[in-house]
């Protein structure tokens, strides 16, 4: 993906295919590093956590976001060859999956243990379209 704007203040929004925890984020600049980048994580399209604003190739992040947004400013042209985020995705059943495991109050009774995998192997027969 390439990726230029000739407005001083501009964004990027990448959307994640789930709820990822990152690592770190890459912006590969084509030429230099140009103007300050702010950026976040969203979620339900509120921030969930953000880098301070500098100037960066490389971000690192704590948090959980089903998006990542880079605003940019400072500069009145911006020029990136890529965006590469590093971390884990998990897909709705996972979460799901997550949710229900941490629901329990005992979870390590023996009965709640039949019930999750139980529950587990209903979840993992969903059909479902956004889930990867």
Known sequence: TFWTSNNNISWIVVKFKGICALDHVLIDWVDKIQGTQLVQYLVGGGIHDASSRGSYDR??????????????????????????????????????????????????????????????????????????
């Open 59 to 132: 971000v690192d992040l704590a948090g959980l976001g089903a998006q990542l947004k880079i605003q940019l400013r400072g500069s009145n042209f911006y020029s990136i060859r890529e965006v590469s985020a590093f971390g884990t995705c998990f897909s709705s059943r996972d979460i799901f999956k997550m949710k229900i495991t941490s629901g329990f109050a005992v979870p390590d009774s023996k009965y709640s243990t039949y019930v999750l995998n139980d529950i587990g192997e209903i979840i993992d027969g969903f059909e479902c379209e956004s889930c990867f």
